[in-house]
Every structure is written in C-alpha cells, then in structure tokens.
C-alpha cells in the first residue's frame, strides 16, 4: 500500500510503501528515511535485501516527485476545492 501525505501543497511531500501480509505490515518505506524499514524479523530480511539493491532504492527515492507530486497537480482541482 503506498501513501503520499502533503504539508503545504507540495512544499514538504512524504510517500511510504506499506508491506502487508495476511493483515500485518512486516515492513515499510519511508521517503523521510530513505530506506527499508523491518517490522518483523521477516521485514528486516525483506528490508535488507531491498536496501541492497541500489537501482530499485533510486527508483523508490524518486516516488515523492514521480508518483506523489504527478497525482497532486492530478487531484489538486478536486481535493483541495471540498
């Protein structure tokens, strides 16, 4: 599950990616942190490997302008008039 959250419009943007099996989140991405994050032991293999993968972290980092920033400018005409 990935989530953007905005302060300012898009002055200060936040994506985190959520890990979740059979209801429980195991892991997460956090933009602000910059890497995995294990929340199980499993998570923090899961975590490890990913952090390792330098091209796949570039691509993760890049989420706030690419996934989150692309929707705002998307949204913004309808979300933020409500």
Same mark, same amino acid.
């Given at each position: $599950?990935?989530?953007?959250? #905005?302060?300012?419009?898009?002055?200060?943007?936040? #994506?985190?990616?959520?890990?979740?099996?059979?209801?429980?989140?195991?892991?997460?991405? /956090?933009? /602000?942190?910059?890497?995995?994050?294990? /929340?199980?032991?499993?998570?923090? $293999?899961?975590?490890?490997?990913?952090?390792?993968?330098?091209?796949?972290?570039?691509? $993760?980092?890049?989420?706030?302008?690419?996934?989150?920033?692309?929707?705002?400018?998307? /949204?913004?005409?309808?979300?933020?008039?409500?």
């Amino acid at each position: $599950k990935s989530e953007c959250h #905005f302060f300012n419009g898009t002055e200060r943007v936040r #994506f985190v990616e959520r890990l979740i099996y059979n209801r429980e989140q195991y892991a997460h991405f /956090d933009s /602000d942190v910059g890497v995995y994050v294990g /929340d199980t032991p499993f998570g923090e $293999k899961v975590a490890r490997y990913r952090n390792s993968q330098q091209e796949f972290m570039e691509y $993760k980092r890049g989420q706030v302008d690419n996934y989150c920033r692309h929707n705002y400018m998307a /949204d913004a005409p309808f979300a933020v008039e409500r």
